[in-house]
């Protein structure tokens, strides 16, 4: 691999960077934190504008990083305080829809080249969504590079208006700590004594209790699973507006499922699963369904978004919507473990060719490079 240049585009001091950072989705924000440790490594002076809880929460600062607190507001204050962050950077670099747009508006009238990456689809319907559609268009315009996470997202800015549009490089971070961890034996029957599941099957899903991620979906199929001896449990980790409705749906109709709440320990119940669920009605790059190829957990999940190319033929793949074909495709993983085997051992070959860190580090890193080098004078 060609090493790239960590310095300003005078080549005398380090490449001044800020990465900016709304502060609303965890896989995002691990993304950032990831991506300023490998660059801090590189020599490359870093300043990250989050809100301060989304600092608290992933320590930005400790991988070397300064950081500036911008709430996640667009008003008037909180783009004067960017402004004032990004003066002096040889680039900033803006991830999801709102922080890039009120990046777009504290750089307006510089010069400073404007990387932003869209790690996945804001949602809306209505009136909403033809206001995000506007906030989409004014900070591809503004940007540089748009860098997507799926060549949908890419397609996307091209048809928005981008000058620039490339697939990101983009890894799934590992734990930031590596405490002692049971002995994988142990663990299974551990956890799935912990949630109720022995002598049973074990279905797990995980993301925040929305309209769009399809969990009214789920209990819809888990009719078609409560037939079964023995019938097997379904949890859903994560929080959200859902959660009251989805709880009083599945005490009225009986359902074998648990709303688990907010978790940190989805690497766990992972290792516990024998079945993991993604239903929503959009993913891009999703950390769960990465999470669970790399666990050789068997998937199963909605046909949408960058889901295909991500999982490729690692993962079983139904409508989204379609309770019946999601049902009948985890009834059918339930009963044959041949094809279980088969989901595993392609997961594994599937994550083996996903971008590492180091990968994606070194592709942002040469972006920043080819926009921050001096143009030779005609």
């Not at 549009?165 to 029957?189: I, Q, Y």
């Not at 002598?199 to 009719?223: N, Y």
């Amino acid at each position: 691999m060609t090493p790239v240049s960590s310095h300003s585009p005078h080549g005398q001091s380090p490449l001044r960077t800020v990465q900016v950072l709304g502060g609303g989705n965890d896989a995002g924000s691990a993304h950032v934190r990831s991506l300023t440790a490998g660059l801090v490594a590189r020599g490359v002076r870093v300043t990250v504008c989050a809100p301060v809880e989304a600092d608290e929460a992933h320590d930005f600062t400790g991988v070397g990083a300064g950081h500036v607190h911008v709430p996640r507001s667009s008003d008037p204050g909180s783009v004067a305080a960017l402004r004032a962050a990004c003066t002096g950077a040889d680039l900033v670099h803006a991830h999801g829809l709102h922080a890039s747009f009120r990046t777009a508006l504290a750089l307006s009238g510089r010069r400073t080249p404007l990387v932003v990456t869209w790690h996945d689809r804001v949602h809306a319907d209505g009136p909403r969504a033809h206001f995000l559609r506007l906030l989409e268009r004014r900070v591809v315009r503004a940007a540089t590079v748009v860098l997507g996470t799926t060549s949908a997202l890419v397609d996307r800015a091209r048809r928005t208006g981008a000058r620039d549009a490339r697939l990101a490089a983009v890894s799934l971070p590992g734990p930031r700590t590596s405490p002692a961890r049971d002995d994988p034996d142990r663990l299974r029957p551990k956890v799935r004594a912990e949630l109720g599941a022995i002598g049973r099957p074990l279905l797990v899903a995980v993301g925040s209790l929305e309209r769009h991620r399809g969990h009214d979906v789920l209990l819809d199929a888990a009719h078609a699973w409560q037939r079964l001896d023995p019938v097997p449990l379904m949890v859903l980790a994560g929080e959200g507006p859902l959660r009251g409705e989805l709880q009083r749906r599945i005490e009225g109709e009986e359902l074998a499922v648990r709303l688990l709440g907010r978790r940190d320990d989805v690497t766990d119940l992972l290792a516990a699963a024998d079945i993991a669920l993604l239903p929503g009605r959009w993913e891009a790059r999703s950390p769960f369904a990465q999470e669970a190829l790399r666990a050789r957990v068997p998937l199963v999940a909605t046909d949408v978004g960058g889901v295909p190319e991500l999982v490729g033929d690692a993962a079983e793949l139904v409508p989204y919507g379609n309770a019946r074909a999601l049902a009948d495709a985890v009834v059918r993983l339930l009963v044959d473990p041949g094809r279980r085997e088969l989901l595993r051992e392609r997961g594994a070959r599937q994550a083996a060719g996903w971008p590492t860190e180091d990968e994606t580090v070194a592709q942002v890193l040469s972006i920043y490079d080819e926009l921050t080098q001096p143009r030779p004078l005609v």
